[in-house]
Every structure is written in structure tokens, then in C-alpha cells.
């Protein structure tokens, strides 16, 4: 049973950042794309970022230079580093693990809302 838990998520003013993290229970990670989408109240959950097992990097247009997508293989957990970031970050960020196989996993969901 894989099973992914996601932290970090919170209240920050507009421009402030956050570091979501989120730890998987899962036999071997590194072969695995990580990654992290969000859902706002009433839209579809949307890509965010991945990083495949080679470590490369895919972002959503609307967060790149500001969003950083990292992992630590020998911690099983991957990392998003969130700067600058605008109210219309605001949704609920969920963690997503991708077995070569192409089977998905995902986490709970972390709240993240950024609001003067």
C-alpha cells in the first residue's frame, strides 16, 4: 500500500512563500515521477510541477520562476519550494507519485492560501 502525506501547506500574505513537502511509504522511490497538482474551489485539478526519476522538471506556465519542484531519494520524499506567490495560488496541493507502469498515487491534499 503506497501511501503519500503531504505538509507545509498554510496562510501566507500575497509575495510570501511556502515548502510543501510530502514523504512517501513506497519500497523503492527514485524510479518514480513525483509530482504536484492543485485544485481551487470550483476548477479542475491542474499539473503544477513533476520531476521524473532522471530528475527532469516540468512546470505549469503559471508558476515557473517561481516554483521550485525538487526530491531527495534517500529521504522518499519530494519537495516544492512556492515564492512570490499570488492569491490565485490559492488551492488545495496534492502530492502525486507515478509508477513506471503508469499507476498514480496520491496524497490527501494540503490547504495553501495566500491572502492579505
Known amino acids: 500500500q503506497v501511501q503519500l502525506v503531504e505538509s507545509g501547506g498554510g496562510l501566507v500574505q500575497p509575495g510570501g512563500s511556502l515548502r510543501l513537502s510530502c514523504a512517501a511509504s513506497i519500497g523503492i522511490f527514485s524510479i518514480n515521477t513525483m509530482g504536484w497538482y492543485r485544485q481551487a474551489p470550483g476548477k479542475q485539478r491542474e499539473l503544477v510541477a513533476t520531476?521524473?526519476?532522471?530528475?527532469?522538471?516540468n512546470y505549469a506556465d503559471s508558476v515557473k520562476g517561481r516554483f521550485t519542484i525538487s526530491r531527495d531519494n534517500a529521504k522518499k520524499t519530494v519537495y516544492l519550494q512556492m515564492n512570490s506567490l499570488k492569491p490565485e495560488d490559492t488551492a488545495v496541493y496534492y502530492c502525486?507519485?507515478?509508477?513506471?507502469?503508469?499507476?498514480?498515487?496520491w496524497g490527501q491534499g494540503t490547504q495553501v492560501t495566500v491572502s492579505s
Open positions: 520531476i521524473s526519476s532522471n530528475v527532469r522538471t
Open positions: 502525486n507519485l507515478m509508477t513506471p507502469s503508469s499507476r498514480n498515487y
